[in-house]
């Protein structure tokens, strides 16, 4: 882990010496779905702030990606508010500042194929977003493309969660305690309906506790989060990685099962052993984009 460099600016906080970063490889990537284009970087919540996320190159141009070695930084506009040194390190922590990627990188490219991999796509990263958030947008996504996901996250948020200027935060379990499974259908989710609901009841009554998770080895923690109806192995798995930095966690949807199948006949190669999950997004969007 390295220590997250950065400046506090008004209503910014400038994060420097960032390097292999990509905006729309991250955001777009299918990890996380209520950040959009806005500005010349992104927009969404982080910490339930607003903020307006840029990249600037060595001229301090605003650029969709930087790569590794140049003296780039990384802008976060808190819209509303004014940021502390405590949610500038959180939100750096979210913003995955805090990892090494290069040295990760460095590790997995000694196998050749996954050289492959992150050299078509070497800005992504995994996102360390809020747990509860993370858990109810993975039940969603079940069966479900991105396009569709994003419009009922954003459906539940408009009706049930906090207005922040001109959108509204994702709601809290607690503002997510009075829905129905009758109301979940009648918002469109479907077979997820029931899903949802006891998500959110078993959240809400510490069933589902998110300290413990974060206390549990992979495989525990696995089979904790699989106690809800309708979260199985793939779920779970999203949830641990993006959520609970578990880079063990390696979700397995039909890309990830043919590009293994196809690249990696032979099982995980070790040179990405630990950090299985992290991999995952570079094999992801590889396959999407070449197989």
Not at 19 to 24: E, I, S, T, V
Not at 149 to 172: H, M, N, W
Not at 271 to 289: K, L, N, T, V
Request: aromatic share 12%; proline share 3%; hydrophobic share 35%.
């Amino acid at each position: 882990m390295n220590n997250i460099q950065f400046v506090l600016n008004t209503d910014k906080i400038i994060y420097t010496s960032v390097g292999d970063y990509n905006l729309a490889d991250t955001f777009e990537c299918g990890q996380a779905f209520r950040f959009d284009p806005y500005n010349g970087g992104y927009r969404g919540f982080i910490e339930k702030q607003l903020c307006h996320i840029t990249l600037q190159n060595e001229n301090g141009q605003n650029v969709p990606a930087v790569k590794d070695g140049e003296n780039a930084t990384l802008t976060v506009q808190l819209m509303h508010t004014l940021p502390t040194e405590s949610e500038a390190i959180k939100i750096g922590q979210f913003l995955s500042l805090d990892t090494d990627y290069t040295a990760l990188k460095k590790q997995f490219a000694e196998n050749e194929i996954m050289a492959k991999a992150i050299e078509f796509a070497p800005g992504i990263r995994v996102l360390n977003q809020d747990f509860f958030e993370t858990l109810i947008t993975f039940i969603i996504s079940q069966n479900n493309n991105i396009p569709r996901i994003k419009q009922l996250c954003d459906r539940i948020s408009e009706k049930y969660g906090t207005k922040v200027g001109d959108t509204c935060a994702f709601p809290t379990a607690e503002q997510m305690r009075c829905i129905t499974e009758q109301d979940y259908k009648d918002m469109k989710f479907g077979f997820r309906a029931k899903y949802l609901a006891d998500a959110v009841a078993k959240v809400l009554n510490g069933e589902v506790d998110e300290a413990v998770v974060k206390s549990l080895s992979y495989e525990d923690a696995q089979e904790y989060l699989m106690q809800i109806k309708g979260v199985g192995p793939k779920v779970a798995d999203c949830v641990l990685l993006f959520s609970c930095r578990q880079y063990r966690s390696f979700p397995k949807d039909v890309w990830i099962k043919k590009a293994m199948a196809q690249l990696f006949p032979d099982g995980i190669p070790k040179e990405i052993e630990g950090y299985e999950g992290i991999a995952q997004q570079y094999i992801f969007h590889y396959a999407r984009h070449t197989l």
